[in-house]
């Protein structure tokens, strides 16, 4: 199996070692903000391979576990051999003193949320910082005692020490998270650590790195032909459009349309990528033999299965009849990576199996070509900028890899899917009139596995109910629910019960991400 590299050229490397935090991507994203490449690796991995990465700086993420526990994770010793500097964040914080003689303790008053940070000595950490700030905190555990050689650099009035240093070496500490955007100096700090305490260069740009990867691929690939599995996302389509300016007609494209797309996607795909760019793509209609293997299913987990089952059993048999393909194609990106890594992991705590890092089924016998594999959503966004794709499919709002399958609660009919399709327009048809969609980050109906009575006119219907449903993230790990205006909820409940007459009710979710998902099912 073949992978592109991350570049030709050596260019300055942040190592972020996760202890599970859930803002983990969010400090790689950060550091990549600033045009230093980063990437992230399980706490536990082999030592060899931080050699071999040679970073110019490490990252200890936050976590969910207490050092005062015992058999917890700690940074590997062969870190503080390198003498290389090192910041710690929140838990990273907390193992970095145990390790080091200091002293941890659980403390009665847990620190969540806001609090203001004061500076009490100075360091090239704090540079251009105010002494006060506000910080975002999210902790149980607080370090007691400094380690031996270490110093105090500041405080809140919850937690003495907040920030500590080493008097002699580039080991740093911080107990709150600079990289959410609740930490009002959190950008500061962190190119503080990349460029006043590393030293790293400026040199990640995806403009540059558009005009790599295609020699990449072209060295790869050279003569051969490619085949990607194009689903109209914004991964699949900005890796289709790399592709095509690398190799042009060598790379063919299948689209398979199962039916559970939402309204008219499946013509916008093709209009895109056929007409418009002029790719090289086969559409396979098979709605009603996806249908057929979901019919009187309604485990959750079960539906997804047989979607993604489906959808590689149709791949293959399009794949087939296709000639002399060497390279199989894939939209994976890095959190893909990042959340299936967990074989990297001594512990193998695997968040989810995604369905583009599982490998390839054995009889295809092609290698593998993933020119995103080491880029952030957003990042790949830009590059789609760059490549010309039509900004109103880059900005789209997620869509889940099973469609509106796992947006109808229970079995999925293709009366139910009609519903929902039409009822997910008109909601998204409203927010776009009203300037709302790009104000929230995702907005998407749900059809309920309920009836409910209503009066239409003078008639009484017994018929669905819909539910709408918005948020606001950062990064899609917490979420609030969208406080949307009501006379635009009435507006689109009014359009939705008279223009559909399958449906008798709308209600709103108000829930937000945790203790709720953002996705229903």
């Known amino acids: 199996m073949q992978k592109l590299s991350v570049n030709n050229k050596s260019i300055d490397t942040i190592l972020v070692l996760d202890f599970g935090s859930q803002y983990t991507q969010l400090i790689a994203r950060r550091v990549r903000e600033s045009n230093v490449y980063s990437e992230i690796y399980p706490w536990d991995i082999d030592e060899n391979k931080i050699k071999d990465l040679n970073p110019k700086g490490i990252i200890l993420s936050g976590g969910p576990n207490s050092v005062t526990e015992s058999y917890t994770p700690r940074a590997p010793q062969c870190i503080f051999d390198l003498n290389i500097p090192i910041l710690g964040i929140c838990y990273g914080m907390q193992t970095l003193a145990e390790q080091m003689g200091g002293h941890v303790e659980s403390v009665a008053h847990k620190e969540f949320g806001h609090a203001e940070l004061e500076i009490v000595s100075d360091s090239r950490l704090f540079n251009k910082l105010n002494k006060k700030t506000n910080v975002w905190m999210s902790h149980g555990d607080q370090v007691q005692d400094l380690p031996d050689d270490y110093e105090l650099l500041a405080s809140t009035s919850t937690a003495p020490i907040a920030a500590m240093q080493h008097k002699k070496l580039p080991i740093y500490a911080i107990q709150f998270h600079p990289e959410v955007t609740h930490t009002d100096d959190g950008k500061i700090i962190i190119e503080n650590f990349l460029f006043d305490i590393c030293h790293a260069c400026a040199d990640w740009k995806i ?4 005009d790599q990867r295609i020699k990449e691929i072209k060295e790869i690939v050279k003569k051969d032909k490619v085949l990607l599995g194009l689903s109209g996302g914004v991964d699949s389509s900005v890796t289709a459009a790399l592709l095509h300016k690398a190799i042009g007609k060598s790379l063919t494209c299948v689209f398979v349309d199962n039916g559970l797309l939402r309204k008219g996607e499946a013509t916008q795909v093709m209009k895109t990528f056929k007409d418009n760019m002029n790719l090289n793509v086969i559409k396979s209609d098979s709605q009603d033999v996806f249908l057929r293997h979901l019919e009187n299913i309604d485990d959750p987990e079960q539906k997804r299965k047989v979607i ?3 959808f590689i059993d149709i791949f293959d048999s399009e794949a087939i009849k296709l000639k002399n393909i060497k390279f199989l194609a894939q939209g994976t990106i890095y959190p893909d990576v990042i959340e299936s890594s967990g074989s990297e992991s001594n512990e193998a705590r695997v968040i989810k199996s995604h369905h583009n890092v599982g490998g390839l089924p054995d009889e295809m016998k092609l290698d593998l070509v993933e020119p995103l594999r080491d880029l952030f959503k ?13 900004k109103e499919m ?11 399958g796992v947006r109808i609660i229970g079995e999925i009919t293709k009366e139910k899917i009609s519903i929902l399709q039409e009822a997910d327009s008109i909601f998204i048809e409203e927010l776009i009139r009203e300037g709302l969609y790009d104000k929230v980050s995702q907005a998407f109906t749900v059809l309920l596995p309920v009836k409910s009575v209503g009066v239409v006119g003078d008639e009484r219907r017994y018929a669905e109910v819909i539910g709408l449903r918005a948020v606001e993230t950062v990064d899609f790990m917490t979420a609030r629910w969208a406080h949307l205006p009501y006379e635009f909820l009435e507006n689109v409940s009014n359009r939705i019960v008279n223009e559909i007459e399958e449906v008798s009710r709308v209600v709103y979710d ?3 991400k945790p203790p709720a998902t953002i996705e229903w099912e």
């Open 510 to 512: 108000i829930s937000s």
């Open 394 to 404: 880059l900005e789209r709002h997620p869509f889940p890899g099973p469609g509106l």
């Open 378 to 390: 957003d990042e790949v966004r830009n590059m789609g900028i760059e490549l010309g794709i039509p």
């Open 308 to 310: 993604g089952r489906t």
């Open 207 to 210: 403009d540059d790195l558009i």
